[in-house]
């Protein structure tokens, strides 16, 4: 397996540092609002690379932290008159809703800022010994200076940074690059004690103290948005490495930007969409195959035209994996000899060819537009094996069933939580009953009653197609 690591700048073999086992720190919501599409495409890419990874039998402690304060907090608190950890306890339960509507399964561990303040604390004071943070007039900045390396992530020089960083005029600053660790209280906000009096974290201290609290000094992938490499991720790799002289994470993955009319979308432009709004108009089990569409490391132009798309090629996979549970339910082993063997064997022989080609092109820099491409291809195979009219066999349909369930399911999470597909299940016998009576009342040339139940499964969005191997039905 290769992974392009932002860190070298190159694709190169990914094998853990611990045999079987996969140690994951991802950067999650600050939550002070509902996530949007830009948020959201980070929680899938990297939730599916974990799936794949444990697809792979590795064993993946994955950890994503709520910054439940910060500045943006603090502001959306005093404008709605609430404390700010119960509006940051608020979003993050609205987080949730959104993530499990994406089909995202949960992370090992959740740390919270406000709940590793200790841990922090402790963090700075040891950057303090160690000669790489000052304090200033109740602050505390790390000094960019004494840490040469700083830079190597962004391959960005001192004067690029110096114009890229959000930098705040503070003469309290040795360096205008100096990012702040500790920032002293100011009236009417959450603070802590510390050392150097009253306050809260800096942004960027927190995700290195957790992750390193959680997976310890150089864990395996360390992931987020392109948009998180400088200043946020460059400074993590300082403090962390500064702290305590080890490397910090050994592979650094970033997805790319979502653009809306090929601008970077962003709450400062007005131009972002939330996750709630997108999922009110088009399936939310869409809206995750159309980030995954895409390779990760690039960037998706967001439109409608693309969500339709993808609620089209959902609905293709949706139509496979039922027509696979109908072939299975009226097939049992004992009839499994009444197939055509040869056609049997071929799609068998295709299905493990598909696997392998799946496999690879999530193996070649987790490429999921590719993967996704191929278990199209599976779909097709299997379709038309399914309509044949000399009969299947049931180990053929079982192997297909299963292998289009791992690679549409377990990797790429397309077909929904064990509630959602509860949901299908339920559905697909309320289907069979209706199609059932159906069928007596064409057997009795009842075609009146017959098209009435094809009509009104139309109004529902269903559709019947009469085929001469009984009927398929479809959802519109």
């Known amino acids: 397996m290769y992974l392009y690591n932002t860190l070298t700048g190159r694709k190169e073999e990914f094998t853990p540092s611990e045999p079987g086992r996969v140690r994951m720190y991802v950067c999650g919501p600050t939550t002070y609002n509902y996530i949007h599409l830009g ?108 840490f040469p390396a700083y830079g190597r992530l962004s391959k960005r020089t001192p004067g690029e940074m110096r114009a890229g960083a959000r930098v705040e005029v503070n003469t309290a ?69 500064a702290g305590t002289g080890c490397p910090f994470a050994r592979f650094w993955l970033h997805n790319g930007f979502i653009t809306v009319n090929q601008e970077k979308m962003s709450k400062s432009k007005g131009n972002f969409f939330l996750v709630r709004d997108i999922t009110s108009r088009f399936r939310p089990l869409a809206v995750r195959l159309f980030l995954l569409a895409t390779h990760y490391r690039s960037p998706i132009d967001f439109d409608d035209t693309g969500l339709l798309a993808a609620e089209k090629g959902l609905e293709r996979l949706e139509n496979t994996r039922r027509l696979l549970r109908e072939a299975r339910c009226h097939l049992s082993p004992s009839n499994s000899s009444t197939g055509n063997g040869a056609d049997g064997a071929v799609l068998a022989g295709r299905i493990e060819e598909l696997r392998r080609e799946f496999m690879a092109a999530l193996d070649d820099d987790f490429n999921t537009a590719r993967a996704l491409a191929v278990l199209y291809d599976l779909a097709r195979e299997i379709n038309t094996y399914l309509a044949g009219m000399t009969g299947q066999e049931a180990g053929v349909v079982s192997k297909a069933a299963t292998v289009f369930e791992e690679l549409g399911e377990n990797v790429l999470g397309l077909f929904g939580s064990p509630r959602q597909q509860a949901d299908d299940n339920l559905l697909d016998g309320l289907m069979d009953i209706i199609l059932s009576i159906r069928q007596e009342a064409r057997q009795r040339r009842d075609w009146a009653t017959a ?23 479809k959802k519109s």
């Not at 009096?197 to 201290?205: D, E, L």
């Not at 000094?217 to 360390?222: A, E, K, M, R, V």
Request: a negative charge.
């Open 173 to 241: 600053k040795r360096n205008p690059l100096d990012f702040a660790l500790w920032k002293a209280a100011s009236p009417g906000e959450p603070a802590w004690d510390s050392p150097w009096g009253p306050g809260r974290p800096g942004w960027h201290i927190e995700c290195s103290t957790m992750a390193l609290k959680y997976l310890g000094p150089g864990f395996d992938i360390h992931g987020g948005g392109a948009d998180l490499i400088f200043p946020h991720h460059e400074n993590e790799i300082a403090q962390a490495e």
């Open 39 to 146: 948020n959201a495409r980070p929680l899938v890419v990297f939730d599916t690379l974990r799936r794949y990874l444990e697809y792979r039998n590795y064993d993946v402690l994955y950890v994503q932290n709520f910054t439940d304060i910060d500045d943006k907090v603090i502001n959306r608190a005093r404008e709605e008159g609430v404390g700010a950890l119960s509006l940051a306890e608020r979003y993050i339960e609205e987080f949730f809703r959104d993530a499990d509507a994406l089909n995202v399964k949960r992370a090992s561990l959740y740390p919270r800022v406000s709940q590793h303040i200790d841990d922090i604390i402790a963090t700075i004071e040891e950057l303090i010994r160690r000669g790489f943070a000052y304090e200033a007039g109740g602050d505390v900045y790390f000094e960019v200076e004494k």
């Open 451 to 473: 098209d009435a139940i094809r009509d009104r499964l139309k109004d529902l969005g269903i559709i019947l197609e009469d085929t001469p191997r009984g009927t398929r039905w």
